[in-house]
């Protein structure tokens, strides 16, 4: 009987350190055959709403960001069909760096491979959500990288902008006195690409597969994508919030949330 007592405590103790082993970041359902389970990995259409709720813990290597310290580019109106007049919504605010030669293109490393960064530009209003959001933030940038190699490939970053009251963000830096017309350019130097980001140390972020949120030339929103979207705000001020704003009226530069069959996984690094 004693014996009997004393292994049915230590089984419950065994139960109890096992449960520890398996704690998870908060927001974070534990891990469980349901998850992943409640969506697909395959590639849905973006943009979709990120709900906290039913991200599972990412256990694929994180994410690593590997951006020279101060890149000069342009920033331009960029234009895509239909060409000219005013502003469409596949038009976009872009900042395009320059890469000195013999430097080292600004870039991450995803799953082993190498992806360059190609543009930053701005969505108005922004694309995703989070389900805890009552309505959109006011801009969306999204940091587009393209897989070095002969297939492609794209990592997007993407970081929700609100308002700031605390002075020039680095985003205010992109968005100051944008070009006003399509196909306009102009020049913007000594860009602090790591600043776009939250800052180190905050750079938790949702994953999931997804799709371009424009069209190629063939009008078809490529997949897949490898979204990376962190979860915290970045800013930007008011008045270049509303110059944005202003270039494209009320329906903006934006693709609605799209409904997919199954929704993503959706994945909490
Ligand atoms: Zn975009």
């Not at 013999?102 to 360059?116: L, W």
């Not at 605390?166 to 913007?188: F, I, M, Q, R």
């Not at 776009?196 to 949702?206: D, E």
């Not at 001020?237 to 704003?245: C, D, E, F, M, R």
Request: aromatic share 8%; with cysteine.
């Amino acid at each position: 009987m004693r014996y009997r007592t004393l292994s049915s405590r230590i089984a419950r103790l065994a139960a109890a350190i096992s449960l520890a082993l398996v704690a998870v970041p908060a927001g974070a359902q534990a891990h469980s055959p349901t998850c992943p389970g409640t969506g697909t990995d395959s590639a849905v259409s973006s943009p979709v709403v990120i709900d906290a709720s039913i991200a599972c813990p990412d256990g694929a290597p994180a994410l690593s960001v590997v951006y020279a310290p101060s890149v000069d580019g342009i920033v331009s109106l960029d234009d895509k069909a239909p060409t000219g007049g005013a502003p469409s919504d596949h038009d976009d605010l872009r900042f395009t760096p320059i890469t000195p030669t013999g430097s080292t293109p600004s870039h991450v490393v995803f799953g082993n491979q190498t992806y360059t960064l190609k543009n930053v530009h701005y969505h108005g209003l922004a694309e995703h959500k989070f389900a805890s959001q009552p309505g959109f933030s006011p801009l969306e940038a999204h940091l587009v990288h393209e897989l070095d190699g002969p297939a492609l490939g794209y990592v997007v970053l993407s970081v929700l902008l609100n308002t700031g009251d605390n002075g020039w963000s680095e985003h205010d830096h992109l968005l100051h006195e944008p070009p006003s017309t399509v196909g306009a350019t102009k020049n913007v130097f000594a860009v602090n690409l790591q600043a776009l980001l939250p800052p180190p140390g905050s750079r938790s972020y949702y994953r999931y597969t997804g799709s371009l949120t424009t069209p190629d030339a063939n009008h078809v929103y490529y997949k897949p994508v490898n979204w990376i979207i962190f979860s915290q705000y970045g800013t930007a001020t008011q008045s270049h919030i509303s110059g944005v704003h202003d270039l494209w009226g009320p329906n903006g530069n934006k693709r609605g949330l799209q409904s997919n069959p199954q929704p993503p996984n959706i994945y909490l690094k």
